[in-house]
């Protein structure tokens, strides 16, 4: 039977490299045209809705009538639109109305709820088709074992009016191919899961009964790393469960979910036994070692993800590449690859309109436009999107870089949330500069804390570095991390010699608070599956106190 899906599996990517990769990668030849394309679609097809008549969009012909027609928006320029299409079942965004929502945290209290429309739906399986054979084809055999994937729930509430709200990502989980199915390790009632310790003692239990696993993949890094340390926490109670072949959780999950659970796992006295002489006399056990025929990991490689990926690859034998999961959020998927192995990413241009705005314009008040062969390789430029589902001049308050070109269109890789933008007294402090000036300082610990955070005091007048104590910390890391910062921000290294910016602080935080506030984080909205952690905020930002779980101030 396992011949036989890996033949359908192989099938699968043979006809998404010919009929959906190809015209993909065709279209970068001429990626204005392309855009030109894109763009009149969407205009024609919501012509005759709210937002398309108050904005003239049957007159539009032209990028340059769109620019100068329609505003850039934010969510809550849009919330009045999507509420009230929901509420009265009118055409306010789109022509199609969405049958669900991806719902994520908002800039106000309020979450964000992005329509999903049937179109969203069917975009999104034709670009996880071209995203899985661009790499199964760098990446032989990456889809010949297990597959260990994770999601977010498909469905985690409803709204008032009874339409559901979820993820993508686990939307895309459950309506996969039946064969296909076949390949992935964890039922999708796994990430219902509400109790976050049981879900990853789940996760990790059904993954250590499989020894067959070829291919990880996830958004984040942490979520890899966490089930790392959720191996090494339980590994006794989770090799008990494989050894008995009964789930840890019966006397929390519901009776139902949790037969459902159990029926799909296997218990195997074998891979016990062999689980036990891993992990005999306490010493350090992989991936490599749980896993022997892993073949490729995928998940997020840059923004604050990047300082992880140093921890996540000493979990992997050196052959193994960590592939870029791409410029991926709830409102859209960003970017596909055109070469896995050297982690080059073009813009969907075949389903999204893009229109970029460089950095220092931005921020300082410009709003010239860029089209996307108007970028200029090493540039950074904040994304304005419109997607088919009525996000319109949507700005995503994201960086990106621009890169080579593939064809004749620039490759892009996401370099931070806007947000992550701190200036106390003139500096302008990046979040890629923190998590490039912590990874130049990885040699201090045994492994590189997942939690760490440096916060803009602007009433102290400088800044606090709160960092989870995962190994010993030495006392003198504010010194160099400061030192760090300043070889990377000639304006920090400024404000600190003429001493506008008083000395960094250092704050150690029990081990468990990134888990903590990640939870809070969550429970107000976030996607667990794509979240990440801020590395930089200010203090007045901050919905969460971090002095509550301190160790000690240094």
């Known amino acids: 039977m396992n011949a036989l899906i890996n033949l359908l599996v192989r099938w699968r990517m043979a006809c998404a490299a010919w009929f959906l990769r190809r015209p993909f990668l065709r279209l970068t030849q001429h990626p204005a045209r392309a855009q030109q394309q894109v763009l009149q679609s969407i205009l024609q097809r919501n012509q005759h809705t709210r937002f398309g008549q108050e904005h003239g969009f049957a007159a539009m012909t032209t990028p340059a009538d769109y620019a100068a027609r329609v505003p850039i928006q934010t969510y809550e320029d849009l919330r009045p639109y999507i509420e009230r299409q929901e509420r009265d079942k009118t055409p306010e965004l789109t022509a199609e109305l969405p049958f669900m929502y991806a719902r994520t945290s908002g800039s106000t209290g309020s979450p964000k709820d992005i329509p999903i429309l049937n179109r969203s739906v069917t975009n999104h399986q034709a670009n996880q088709q071209i995203f899985s054979c661009c790499h199964a084809s760098a990446v032989p055999g990456m889809f010949s074992g297990s597959i260990l994937a994770f999601v977010s729930p498909a469905t985690e509430g409803r709204l008032p009016t009874g339409t ?117 006399n306490d010493r350090e056990v992989t991936f490599a070692m749980l896993w022997p025929d892993l073949k490729a990991v995928s998940c997020w490689r840059e923004g604050s993800c990047r300082v992880l990926l140093p921890a996540l690859q000493r979990q992997l034998p050196p052959h193994v590449p960590i592939l870029e999961m791409g410029y991926l959020s709830s409102e859209c998927r960003g970017s596909l690859p055109a070469a896995s192995l050297r982690h080059l990413e073009v813009p969907t241009l075949h389903e999204n309109y893009f229109e970029f705005v460089e950095r220092d314009d931005w921020e300082s008040g410009s709003r010239q436009i860029r089209s996307i062969i108007q970028l200029e390789a090493g540039r950074a430029y904040y994304v304005i999107i419109t997607t088919q589902a009525g996000l319109y001049r949507y700005f995503m308050n994201d960086l990106v870089v621009a890169g080579e070109l593939h064809e004749q269109t620039p490759t892009i890789k996401f370099l931070e949330k806007g947000a992550g933008v701190t200036s106390i007294t003139g500096e302008k402090l990046y979040e890629s500069q923190v998590s490039e000036a912590v990874e130049s300082l990885a040699r201090n610990w045994l492994r590189v804390p997942e939690f760490f955070m440096l916060v803009a005091d602007a009433e102290r007048q400088g800044y606090c570095f709160y960092i989870e104590a995962a190994d010993h910390i030495r006392v003198d890391l504010a010194d160099d991390l400061d030192a760090a910062i300043a070889a990377r921000n000639i304006e920090y290294q400024a404000k600190r010699a003429s001493e506008r910016l008083r000395p960094l602080e250092l704050k150690v935080l029990r081990p468990g608070t990134g888990e903590i506030y990640k939870a809070s984080l969550v429970a107000q909205g976030q996607r667990e599956a794509q979240f990440k952690f801020l590395r930089l905020q200010s203090r007045d930002k901050l919905r969460f106190n971090l002095d509550e779980h301190l160790i000690t101030t240094a």
């Not at 999708?188 to 696993?213: P, Q």
């Not at 840890?248 to 195997?268: C, I, M, Q, S, W």
């Open 164 to 280: 559901p709200y979820g993820s993508m990502s686990g939307l895309m989980y459950r309506s996969m191919p039946a064969f296909l199915r076949r390949k992935y390790l964890l039922p999708e009632e796994v990430f219902e899961c509400a109790d976050h310790a049981l879900k990853y003692l789940l996760i990790a239990t059904f993954a250590l009964a499989d020894r067959s696993i070829s291919y990880i993949a996830g958004a984040n890094p942490s979520s890899f790393l966490k089930i790392a340390q959720v191996i090494r926490d339980a590994s006794a109670e989770i090799i008990a469960a494989i050894a008995d072949g009964r789930l840890p959780g019966r006397d929390t999950l519901p009776p139902e979910v949790y037969h459902k659970l159990n029926t799909a796992f296997h218990g195997n006295c074998k891979r016990a036994e062999e689980l036990r002489g891993l992990f005999a």
